[in-house]
């Protein structure tokens, strides 16, 4: 915001005002009702249990060049290659449909044969580990923090990391949508962490780049950080008390 200043000629009633407000001056400070009181400003909660977001947080990945992948298989038109995606996406990230559900739908629409190994390969193709985001997993570990995923995946792309990755070393336990058939920001799925945790939500503190599912996550009490980098993500967990 931009302050606005008026200017005004200096009436000896503007003067008045100040020699009384600089005469006031003392004993305002001097009294104890003025005075902040530092044992009642709201502390944060005690935090026991690390919850985080994969995706955009410590796994990259980019669904535009992944489209592009499938065109260029298909050779089929990006809009046709969305549109197909679309109405699959959704239910195979909640584990409603299987891999295979996928591949025959993409195949029926887009009029291609591609097999598992063909899919996977283009679905995975975008995914990379964040090194520098994995050691700062790593050195939170050994605040002796329980740690917890929880994270909108599917099949295919969860064996991927995993198999590469080996992300679950991260972790003590993985709440992951195609497996607890829910996706952020829908509440069941947080309140999937508390249940298994047994942690009041109010020492929880999920980590997410999405705003949208850290509100969902402060609405059933947890604490929340919007991830925005690294360094961002450092200050905010001190503000916690968890130093790294």
């Given amino acids: 915001m931009h302050p606005f200043f008026t200017f005004l000629p200096l009436s000896e009633t503007i003067i008045t005002t100040m020699n009384n407000i600089s005469s006031n001056k003392s004993s305002t400070a001097a009294d104890p009702s003025t005075v902040i009181d530092q044992k009642n400003l709201k502390q944060p909660a005690e935090i026991k249990l690390l919850i985080f977001d994969m995706g955009k947080v410590f796994v990259h990945f980019d669904w535009g060049r992944t489209y592009d992948a499938f065109v260029n298989v298909t050779k089929r038109a990006p809009e046709s290659v969305k549109t197909a995606f679309a109405a699959v996406y959704f239910p195979y990230e909640r584990g409603h449909i299987t891999t295979q559900d996928v591949i025959n739908h993409l195949n029926k629409e887009l009029n291609s044969s591609m097999t598992h190994a063909e899919f996977s390969a283009l679905w995975t193709s975008t995914l990379d580990e964040d090194k520098e985001m994995t050691q700062l997993l790593q050195t939170l ?54 249940n298994r945790s047994r942690i009041p939500a109010q020492h929880c503190l999920f980590v997410d780049d999405m705003l949208e599912n850290i509100e969902a996550a402060e609405s059933v009490g947890m604490n929340g950080i919007q991830f925005k980098g690294i360094q961002d993500l450092k200050n905010k967990l001190a503000d916690f008390g968890i130093q790294v």
Avoid at 167 to 185: A, M, R
């Fill in 141 to 194: 570990r050994k605040n002796q923090l329980p740690m917890y995923l929880l994270s909108n995946i599917n099949e295919v792309s969860f064996v991927h990391l995993q198999g590469n990755f080996n992300v679950s070393q991260h972790f003590d336990e993985l709440i992951l949508s195609y497996k607890v058939g829910h996706i952020k920001p829908a509440l069941e799925i947080y309140h999937e962490v508390l």
